[in-house]
């Protein structure tokens, strides 16, 4: 099933103060300098699936500056031509409001899903360089999205740890009988988070190592190795059998808080030796096979795909193969911004498929040109 973002209406989001813009259902291209506005329209898109923004976890430093509020609406469209209207407003000092078809959810959990997304960007290569809360945050994004009890157990296991790392930390001696009730739950969760994340991995595997082999026209021997204290044994047994050392330390040394991936090509770590055009290239792949993952479970609904500024680091023929991916059947609505309007008008040209390209400046948004026809026939 397709879902299309048809009209996007943003009021004081960002640099934004006053925008609302008809998409096309295919191909939308963003075109202007670093710094106006390109990647904050794809980030209120984002907001829309997600509840809140890619890059900053504090939504009142999302409103505009000296503006009291924001407010973000997107009108969707099936393909069977069914209507979807989602919402969020924020003001100063009070509650978020998000809603579906002006019915306001009573949490913000039952809202993700319903319009699957994923966002390609230059940070994208903290998966490969970064810290492992980053996959986690990866692995538990895509999840999340088709599985409702697997967010549930997140938020379980969570505030279990929270509590037994308060314990840990205080002066006082901690009550054994609690501790041993939070580790039950720690484990108890933590076994259903490893085993939906490995069950994630065995079926995505495989589907990245085609994306990446296709956009670097290779053979090489790409590998992810998912990395648990919950392969040395039950959990609960590996979590209580340092409890000691966790009370000295002050916060638990054990648990799927800790589980991390290792990606590999011909056996050498990619974190360790990789270059910036390999680790983006491995991190776009990543990105595609969620797509793909995604497509297949969530609802079997396909994603909506934002691309913010791709082109830079990767040679012509890697982002030439990229484009014949994303432009074809298997994707859908898709979002690209960049500096450069005639490389993407080159791109373009070649392609027969509905296309809209828009310039953006200062926080402005204008059309500059679109097509419903193949333009070199």
Not at 83 to 108: H, I, M, P, T, W
Not at 178 to 183: H, K, N, V
Not at 208 to 223: C, G, M, P, Q
Not at 350 to 358: E, G, S, V
Request: glycine fraction near 6%; aromatic fraction near 10%; hydrophobic fraction near 35%.
């Amino acid at each position: 099933m397709l879902m299309i973002l048809k009209t996007l209406t943003i009021v004081n989001f960002k640099n934004i103060g006053m925008a609302t813009v008809e998409w096309s259902p295919k191909m939308n291209c963003l075109v202007g300098q670093n710094g106006v506005g390109k990647t904050n329209i794809l980030d209120a898109i984002y907001y829309l699936s997600f509840c809140r923004s890619v890059s900053n976890p504090i939504d009142s430093q999302l409103i505009k500056h000296d503006e009291p509020y924001f407010m973000i609406e997107g009108r969707y469209e099936t393909e069977e031509g069914e209507q979807e209207v989602v919402s969020c407003a924020l003001k100063k000092g009070v509650k978020k409001r998000f809603k579906r078809n002006d019915k306001e959810y009573r949490k913000l959990a039952d809202h993700i899903g319903l319009i699957p997304i994923v966002f390609v960007s230059p940070a994208d290569t903290w998966l490969i360089e970064g810290q492992s809360e980053d996959r986690r945050r990866f692995m538990d994004m895509v999840i999340s999205q088709y599985d409702r009890l697997y967010m549930d157990a997140l938020v379980r296991y969570a505030k279990a740890l929270q509590q037994r790392n308060t314990m840990l930390k205080a002066e006082m001696e901690p009550d054994p009988a609690l501790m041993d009730i939070l580790e039950e739950q720690m484990a108890s969760e933590g076994e259903r988070i490893y085993s939906a994340r490995r069950a994630f991995l065995e079926e995505f595997t495989p589907v990245f190592r085609t994306y990446l082999n296709e956009i670097a026209s290779s053979k090489d021997n790409v590998a992810i190795e998912y990395v648990s204290h919950c392969q040395r044994g039950p959990l609960l047994e590996v979590i209580r059998r340092d409890r000691m050392k966790d009370r000295v330390v002050g916060y638990s040394l054990h648990g799927v808080h800790r589980d991390d991936l290792n990606f590999t090509i011909n056996g050498r770590q990619l974190k360790k030796e990789g270059s910036q055009g390999q680790n983006k290239t491995f991190s776009i792949a990543l990105k595609l096979a969620q797509f793909e993952f995604l497509k297949r479970t969530a609802s079997h609904t396909t994603p909506i795909l934002l691309l913010d500024d791709i082109f830079d680091k990767l040679d012509a023929e890697r982002v030439a193969r990229i484009v014949d991916i994303v432009l074809g059947d298997n994707f859908g609505q898709t979002f690209i911004t960049d500096t450069d309007r005639s490389h993407l008008e080159d791109i373009l040209h070649n392609y027969c498929y509905d296309y809209r390209i828009f310039n953006v400046a200062d926080g402005e948004i204008s059309i500059h040109n679109s097509s419903n026809h193949c333009s070199h026939v």
